[in-house]
């Protein structure tokens, strides 16, 4: 039972931050049918200028708002640069355009900065555990459950009860009749980066923090994870996005205990296959969107 | 299986045959001018690609569908290959606890690649069910991120078995007496490669693959089943990938996991996309472009600023000029072409194509017209008590239909009437609360769109849905290798003289997408009528259409339903074109018929005249 409870907090602490990232490629893709499988950029980018800045004396509080500044910037940027000249192109154009942005900018890295492995100190709390009867809880995964259960609250409301939520959620619904509407699209979709950006780059100061590294390839891991679980909860669904993270930390955290000790390795694996099968069996994911094709 | 054999077979072997020797031809002079032993590495390296490359092409030019799974496809191919290629005693020094007796084994490298495709197409159907369950179509995301995950699943094992993959670290290498020497089984391979994939894309199947790729909602209209082209599709492509990925570790001599991996994917789709995907011609060009390019890059990171023995020495190019400057490239020229040119820069364009158009086709005469068929055979669409509710709203109450084999059926009514709601039901768009419709009393309730078709009701759609990187013929030629196949037993007319018939014969190697909106419409009406439908349902044909346009599109549709034997049921909101064109027809109004008859019955009825024109008729 405490072995559960463990493992729950743990996973909640994982899922957290998917959620997180699936719901920064949740908006972009609901405004734009884009799936970014470039937004594992916006921690690789924000990873080195971290590396950067402990090299140069700063501390966690100062790195901190650089990271979220820097995520912010960098999907702005970004949508400047590369998607905004394929808006509107075919879903097969789009996606292999956000795959070649986080080709170049992880090529980037290799050119100027060189494929070994970049270290920086973590936080001095990241390792200390509060006891609460024969349970050992991470601060860590405290603090990421909630800060996200906050981060989630104000988009919420940011989303529920502004003039930019309003908009967005309008574009997201029938962009063509937003836009006849009078919603300005250009400014309703960098808006869409924007926020997608701000919550890479909240995900992003945990997983930096995590990783204590920084490597050309670090936007992978958290770019899949951020795609599989907006995938798992329903393209195109907000709080499925935010429900596919969750889920997707707890499976990874149980199966891990659940498995017996020789192929615990391959905890992944077997996470992509249950992945699978719950495509097969509701292709739509947990929190489908009905998208009706008109004749 | 390939409806003109000069045009579907002999001209792609010599396609292949020209395409190989451009390829290996140029390979070798570059080797000779070099006369070293990077260059004769780097023409091998190009072959490989070659071969993996167009077996992607297979795939995603056909179906349109992003695959990154296919270099996963290739891992689980190549670890098979190494693990029974290799001699037993130097599988002792790095796998020596591989499960099933592996250990022990040894085969030819010949039966190795063998039981490596094998084994891989077998994963290859799992994930194509996986695939077709995801509703997978062209451009379709969700299929893309399951490639992508099988792409990280094998990448995971590999890491993480390390008693049968050697692992990370060491992986498995060969003795290197056992490497690849002489380049006999790369030719083979690419040369076979290059007659499948032009071969494949050329019969019916590809043909069908493409049309959905085109448009899946209007090809499963035309009777085609996507989910089973794109295995198809799938499946073929996944041999041939696996056939040039054994290779590819049998000439390196060792694998490890990264070698089929993202880095690997990204460049064999780079050289896909730049010279176009949707063609075999592009998918070759684009191995060339890319390796020239690459190596370009390589040689201008390494050696400084030395290329062929120009210098191109200056500081300030320093900053470019590095390391892992070809990596970049391959990004740039990823995203460069996305945004400029999408298509690749074939487009679609197949060598052996253009040649039988220029030299093997010789002038085209005129083909025969088509008579009117004199009898009609006895058939009868009913639809009857349909009941459609959203919510508490009912859109049909108790709506029904009766059609005759030859006769034209229109359908009218003002918007909110139900007439769109009534073709969703019989279209299987939308199921109905209850009610049956049936041809011959063959029930077709609840079936599939494109057996809908199959059975003989085949439709149009209002906001026009052509195959539009498909010539006029070809979007013709679909249709009629449908209707060959399931509607044996009608009219199944000549695709020129439908053409002809059409008025389309001089517009007939032009892409549908080309043509104007006139021409449009009677395309997708001579598409329907190759098919040999016993029943045409024309949703809006005169949608978008000037009056006089519409005349003649009267004159037109009972012309070519004559022309099939088919029968016509016509839905319209335009008052002249309805009466003038049918024999009957029936008047909805708010989800129910309310009157039904000859257009002059229909035009005399007071409830009609009140629905139709405004109450102010009446009074």
Sequence with gaps: ?295 | MFPNARRDIAFPIVGSIVLFLVLFGGGLLYQTILGNGSAERLVTTMLIDAIIVIGIQIYIGNTGILSFGHIGFGAIAGYVFAVYAISPEEKLKRIPTAPFGLTDTQVSPTVAILIAVAVTVVFAVIVGIGLARSGAQSGSVAATVITLALLFVTHEVAKSWPELTGGNRGGISFGIGESLKGRLPILGLLFAAMLVARLYGQSRSGKLAVAAREDNLAARAMGVNPLVQQMVALLLSVVVVSGGSSLRVWQIGSILPDRFFFDYAMLTLVMLIVGGRNSVTGAVLGVAVMTAARELARRLGQDGFEVFGIGLDGAPLDWVFRENLNSVVLGLAMVAFMIWRPTGILEDWEFDQWLYKTVGRGDEVEPERLTELDSVSETAFVASGINVSFGGFKALTDAGITANGGEIVGIIGPNGAGKTTFVNVITGMVEPQSGVFSIDEENLSGKASFDLSRSGLVRTFQNLRLFGALTVRENIEVASLVASEHRAGRAVRDVDSLMLEAGLWDHRDRRARELDYGNSRRLELARAAAMAPSFMLLDEPTSGMSDSESITMIEQVRHMAATVGAGVIVIDHDLGFITGISDRIYVFDQGEVIADGTPEEVQANPYVQAAYLGSAAIT
């Design chain 1, 1 to 295: 039972m405490a072995e559960l409870l463990q493992n729950l907090i743990d996973g909640l602490g994982r899922g957290s931050i998917y959620a997180l990232l699936a719901l920064g490629v949740a908006v972009v893709f609901g405004i734009m049918h884009l799936l970014n499988f470039a937004h594992g950029e916006l921690i690789t980018i924000p990873g080195y200028l971290t590396y950067w800045a402990f090299n140069n004396g700063w501390s966690w509080w100062t790195v901190v708002p650089l990271i979220i500044v820097s995520a912010v910037i960098s999907s702005l940027l970004i949508e400047r640069v590369a998607f905004s000249r394929v808006r509107g192109a075919k879903d097969f154009t789009m996606l292999l355009t956000s795959f070649g942005v986080h080709f170049i900018v992880s090529a980037g890295f290799l050119l100027y900065i060189g494929a070994a492995v970049k270290p920086y100190p973590r936080p001095g709390w990241f390792a200390d555990t509060i006891s609460v009867g024969s349970l050992n809880i991470e601060v860590f995964d405290l603090v990421v459950i909630g800060v996200t259960a906050v981060v989630l609250a104000a988009t919420t409301w940011l989303l529920q009860r502004t003039m930019f939520g309003l908009a967005l959620r309008a574009a997201a619904a029938d962009f063509d009749t937003a836009r006849l509407m009078g919603v300005n699209s250009d400014s309703v979709i960098r808006g869409a980066f924007a926020l997608s950006g701000l919550l890479a780059g909240i995900a992003g100061v945990f997983w930096i923090m995590r990783e204590g590294q920084v490597t050309p390839t670090a936007g992978i891991n958290p770019m899949l994870q951020g795609v599989l679980a907006a995938l798992i909860g329903g393209l195109g669904s907000l709080r499925g996005a935010v429900l596919g993270g969750l889920v997707l930390g707890l499976a990874e955290v149980l199966l891990r205990s659940w498995l017996p000790v020789g192929i615990q390795n391959l905890t992944t694996g077997f996470v992509f296959v249950m992945i699978a099968l719950l495509f097969i069996f509701r292709p739509g994911g947990l929190l489908s969107v009905p998208q009706v094709e008109r004749v």
